[in-house]
């Protein structure tokens, strides 16, 4: 037996040699390929050409889809500004452009005009308030050098019956300053260098006054010398606003105002003031409606060529769209090359990888082996030695078999029990019969032991000198004497075996005819659920159907729904929830985005409009429907506002769905303009404390309806309306 064993060893030991050589062989094979080299190289060339074309194409895309979407906002803004043309063409705005320029132009010289008369009155009015208005150089002049002078005309006050004689005859006089006689040659001295300056002398001594002359309005200036003077030499003419000269010179008179009296002057030259201000006011109010014009006139024209650059803008969005789809539909043509190209790349890095993993792994079963044959030749020349020890006759008398057996028993052993000795088999024999003992006989069942195994167990638990060797010589008895018990019981426990075993048949046969029911109960369950599945799922595709049709149809640009089939619940107790996101898109081209993103309040409320409307078109129940809308204007604008009730009604129109909707007072005009009855109730009084019948206002395509109404709503007692 065991010389065959140990040739056995040494033939294995022997073994790895060979294997050593092949996997090296292996090793170098896998490491020179040039074929495999030369396809990886063609297939990384392809896979860049094809990455690079496609990405250049994604690139376009993106561009052509920016520019798309830039164009769409011009054009957008274009067709809104082209409203302003009001129907007319470029020449007619262009006109009208011209014309508004000229009115302006001529508003602006008019302004200018009246700037510079009220520039003019208001330095008038200020002189006049100063007193240097007549003779302003010859009173500043004389003031230098401290000598008083006085405008003629602020020292005479004349009165209502002496205007017509002494206006004119004071006129010629206007530009002459008075000052004290005394004076006088000192300012014809400071006047040499003013040429016409006229200088009257006050204060001299004169006749008696003459009751029809002009009074003084400043004490220090008595002109009566001069004025007695000038009433000689003039005379008043048969027309009362005329004076002669005894030279021969006529003035004319009948000023509208006084021009003597600084108070006199003053008043009119302020009535000048107000007058060229309202001027100027109405001047500047012409301007501002010139200026209005010419915005118009304008506007109308950016209108007109806003029109043109829509149309050319819609030109090039198109141009882009189809440059746009070229692209696309080239990169789809690009596609399954790239794919297959990817692909091949996938391949020969996978294959390479396995190449290196293999080569690694040969390198390693070599190294592996090497270490392998090393210890087996050590191994080897341990088990001579061992061979050459062993007793292999006497093993051989004291086995109860044949060598076949013995080494089959050996080679069936764990390592670690190969090398045990007898004294290591002993204890494991040990070891084994007492835990058979407390197996059969547990100390709860101490007393039901045959006597027999009970002195035997003694016999062989003894301690003591050579209890070793008793033990071993009682081992036989003992094993013997527990197989005999156990045989005994051997057809007890056969018996309740077969009893467990039918039992555990009918058991077994009631659950496979459950199994069975069950079964049925599922496939009727998956069924029915299946069919319901199939139900919402349609009814879900034609709600996003009509969604996004009327959102198309409705000025947006497409809308969707996203949802997932749900699991089933576990318990037919469990609510089987689905969950529906309505989407849509904000721009051409763009993908859809969930209602919850952030977005515009009136752009969730329209489409929110539009699903209602959607659910509602895509019941299909054959049943009239009736749609109930509560504020439905609360967060849209104007232009939604006309567009969700147009929608409204014309899902009522289209489907025979009655819509009826509470709306704000605003949004009265465009509900008559779309629904086919509008009723309004409103309070009698606001004022009143009882609850008073509500007044009704109605729209109706049939009047009859309106007065039914009326009467079911005004009357004592509600009752149906016919």
Same mark, same amino acid.
């Given at each position: 037996?065991?010389?065959?064993l140990?040739? /056995?060893?040494?033939?294995?030991a022997?073994?790895p040699?060979?294997?050593?050589?092949?996997? /090296?062989?292996?090793?170098k094979?896998?490491?020179d390929?040039?074929?495999?080299?030369?396809?990886q @190289?063609?297939?990384?060339?392809?896979?860049?050409?094809?990455?690079?074309?496609?990405?250049?194409?994604?690139?376009?895309?993106?561009t052509?889809?920016q520019?798309i979407?830039?164009?769409d906002g011009?054009?957008?803004?274009? @067709?809104?500004?082209?409203?302003?043309?009001?129907?007319?063409?470029?020449?007619?705005?262009q006109?009208e452009?011209a014309?508004?320029?000229a009115?302006?132009?001529?508003?602006?010289?008019?302004v200018?005009?009246?700037?510079?008369?009220?520039?003019d009155?208001e330095?008038?009015?200020?002189?006049a308030?100063s007193?240097?208005?007549?003779?302003?150089q010859?009173?500043?002049?004389l /003031?230098?050098?401290?000598?008083?002078?006085?405008?003629?005309?602020?020292?005479?006050?004349l009165?209502?019956?002496?205007?017509?004689k002494?206006?004119?005859?004071?006129?010629p $006089?206007?530009?002459?300053?008075?000052?004290?006689?005394?004076?006088?040659?000192?300012?014809?001295?400071?006047?040499?260098?003013?040429?016409?300056?006229i200088?009257?002398?006050?204060?001299?001594?004169?006749?008696?006054?003459?009751?029809?002359?002009?009074?003084?309005?400043?004490?220090?200036?008595?002109?009566?010398?001069?004025?007695?003077?000038?009433?000689?030499?003039?005379?008043?003419?048969?027309n009362?606003?005329?004076?002669?000269?005894d030279a021969?010179?006529?003035?004319?008179g009948?000023?509208p105002?006084?021009?003597?009296d600084?108070a006199?002057?003053?008043?009119?030259?302020r009535?000048?003031?107000?007058?060229?201000f309202?001027?100027?006011?109405?001047?500047?109010?012409?301007?501002k409606?010139?200026?209005?014009?010419?915005a118009g006139?304008?506007?109308?024209l950016?209108?007109?060529?806003?029109?043109?650059?829509?149309?050319e803008?819609?030109?090039?969005?198109?141009?882009?769209q189809?440059?746009?789809?070229?692209?696309?539909?080239?990169? /789809?043509k690009?596609?399954?090359?790239?794919?297959?190209a990817?692909?091949?790349?996938?391949e020969v890095?996978?294959?390479?990888? %396995?190449r290196?993993?293999?080569?690694?792994?040969?390198?390693?079963? @070599?190294?592996?082996?090497?270490?392998?044959t090393?210890?087996?030749? &050590?191994?080897?020349?341990?088990?001579?030695?061992?061979?050459?020890?062993?007793?292999?006759?006497?093993?051989?008398a004291?086995?109860?078999?044949?060598?076949?057996s013995?080494?089959?028993?050996?080679?069936?052993l764990?390592?670690?029990?190969?090398?045990?000795?007898?004294?290591?088999?002993?204890e494991?024999?040990?070891?084994?019969?007492?835990?058979?003992?407390?197996?059969?006989?547990?100390?709860a069942?101490?007393?039901?032991?045959?006597?027999e195994?009970t002195?035997?167990? #003694?016999?062989?638990?003894? %301690?003591?000198?050579?209890?070793?060797t008793?033990a071993?010589?009682a081992?036989p008895?003992?094993?013997?004497?527990l197989?005999?018990?156990?045989?005994?019981?051997e057809?007890?426990?056969?018996?309740e075996?077969?009893?467990?075993a039918?039992?555990?048949?009918?058991?077994?046969?009631?659950?496979d005819?459950?199994?069975?029911?069950?079964?049925?109960?599922?496939?009727?369950?998956?069924?029915?659920?299946?069919?319901?599945?199939?139900?919402?799922k349609?009814?879900? &595709?034609?709600?996003?159907a009509?969604?996004?049709?009327?959102d198309?149809?409705?000025g947006? $640009?497409?809308?969707?729904?996203? $949802?997932? &089939?749900?699991?089933?619940?576990?318990?037919?107790?469990?609510?089987? &929830?689905?969950?529906?996101t309505p989407?849509?898109?904000?721009?051409?081209r763009?993908?859809?985005?969930?209602?919850n993103?952030r977005?515009?309040?009136?752009q969730i409320?329209?489409?929110?409009?539009k699903?209602?409307c959607?659910a509602?078109? #895509?019941?299909?129940? !054959?049943r009239?429907?009736?749609?109930?809308?509560?504020?439905?204007?609360r967060?849209?604008?104007?232009?939604?506002?006309?567009?969700?009730?147009?929608?409204l009604?014309?899902?009522?129109?289209e489907?025979?769905?009655?819509?009826? !909707?509470?709306?704000?007072?605003d949004?009265?005009?465009?509900?008559?303009?779309?629904?086919?009855?509008?009723?309004?109730?409103?309070?009698s009084?606001?004022?009143?404390?009882?609850?008073?019948?509500?007044?009704?206002?109605? $729209?109706d395509?049939?009047?009859?309806?309106?007065?039914?109404?009326?009467?079911?709503?005004?009357?004592?007692?509600?009752?149906d309306?016919?």
């Open positions: 037996m065991l010389p065959s140990g040739d /056995a060893v040494l033939q294995r022997r073994g040699g060979i294997r050593q050589h092949e996997l /090296a062989r292996r090793a094979e896998l490491a390929d040039e074929a495999f080299t030369k396809r @190289k063609a297939a990384q060339s392809t896979f860049t050409k094809l990455d690079d074309a496609d990405r250049d194409l994604g690139e376009q895309v993106a052509l889809q520019q979407e830039e164009a011009w054009w957008r803004e274009a @067709k809104l500004n082209a409203r302003d043309a009001d129907g007319r063409d470029e020449p007619t705005a006109r452009r014309d508004a320029g009115e302006l132009d001529k508003r602006v010289k008019a200018g005009v009246a700037e510079k008369a009220l520039s009155a330095e008038g009015l200020e002189d308030e007193g240097k208005d007549l003779a302003r010859q009173i500043d002049l /003031a230098t050098e401290r000598i008083e002078a006085i405008c003629l005309l602020d020292a005479v006050a009165t209502d019956q002496q205007r017509p002494w206006e004119p005859a004071l006129w $006089y206007r530009a002459a300053a008075v000052v004290d006689h005394h004076h006088l040659k000192m300012a014809s001295d400071l006047l040499a260098d003013l040429p016409g300056s200088l009257i002398a006050a204060n001299l001594t004169a006749a008696a006054r003459n009751a029809d002359l002009p009074c003084n309005t400043n004490s220090d200036y008595d002109l009566s010398g001069f004025l007695a003077s000038l009433d000689s030499r003039v005379t008043a003419h048969a009362p606003d005329r004076v002669y000269d021969g010179i006529v003035t004319i009948g000023f105002r006084p021009v003597t600084r006199a002057r003053i008043a009119a030259a009535d000048r003031v107000r007058q060229e309202d001027s100027h006011r109405e001047a500047v109010r012409m301007q409606a010139a200026e209005q014009q010419v006139a304008e506007r109308r950016n209108g007109v060529r806003a029109a043109a650059e829509a149309v803008l819609q030109r090039k969005i198109s141009t882009l189809a440059e746009d789809q070229a692209a696309r539909d080239e990169r /789809a690009l596609a399954p090359d790239l794919t297959a990817a692909a091949e790349r996938d890095l996978r294959l390479e990888g %396995r290196e993993n293999e080569i690694k792994s040969l390198r390693a079963q @070599k190294a592996a082996l090497d270490e392998t090393r210890e087996r030749q &050590e191994k080897r020349g341990s088990l001579e030695k061992e061979q050459v020890q062993l007793d292999l006759a006497g093993l051989r004291r086995w109860n078999g044949t060598d076949e013995a080494r089959d028993y050996l080679l069936a764990p390592e670690t029990q190969q090398a045990w000795t007898p004294e290591d088999w002993w494991e024999a040990k070891t084994l019969i007492n835990t058979a003992i407390s197996n059969c006989f547990p100390p069942a101490s007393h039901t032991r045959p006597k195994v002195s035997l167990l #003694a016999e062989f638990s003894q %301690r003591g000198p050579d209890s070793s008793k071993q010589a081992f008895a003992l094993r013997h004497a197989h005999v018990y156990l045989r005994q019981h057809d007890t426990d056969q018996y075996r077969q009893q467990i039918h039992q555990r048949k009918e058991r077994h046969e009631s659950l005819a459950a199994r069975i029911g069950h079964g049925e109960a599922v496939q009727a369950s998956r069924a029915h659920r299946g069919a319901l599945t199939s139900a919402i349609q009814k879900l &595709e034609d709600v996003k009509a969604f996004d049709r009327l198309m149809a409705h947006g $640009y497409g809308a969707s729904l996203q $949802y997932d &089939e749900p699991l089933p619940p576990a318990h037919p107790t469990e609510n089987w &929830e689905w969950k529906v989407t849509w898109r904000r721009a051409r763009r993908h859809h985005i969930p209602y993103r977005a515009n309040t009136a409320d329209d489409r929110a409009i699903l209602v959607a509602a078109a #895509a019941s299909g129940t !054959g009239p429907l009736v749609l109930v809308l509560d504020e439905l204007g967060n849209l604008g104007k232009q939604h506002r006309r567009e969700a009730v147009a929608l009604g014309q899902i009522g129109r489907s025979g769905i009655t819509v009826v !909707g509470a709306l704000q007072d949004m009265e005009s465009y509900a008559i303009d779309a629904c086919g009855e509008y009723i309004k109730l409103r309070r009084s606001d004022s009143s404390p009882y609850n008073e019948q509500p007044v009704v206002v109605g $729209y395509e049939h009047a009859p309806r309106v007065e039914l109404l009326r009467a079911w709503l005004t009357g004592n007692e509600y009752r309306a016919v």
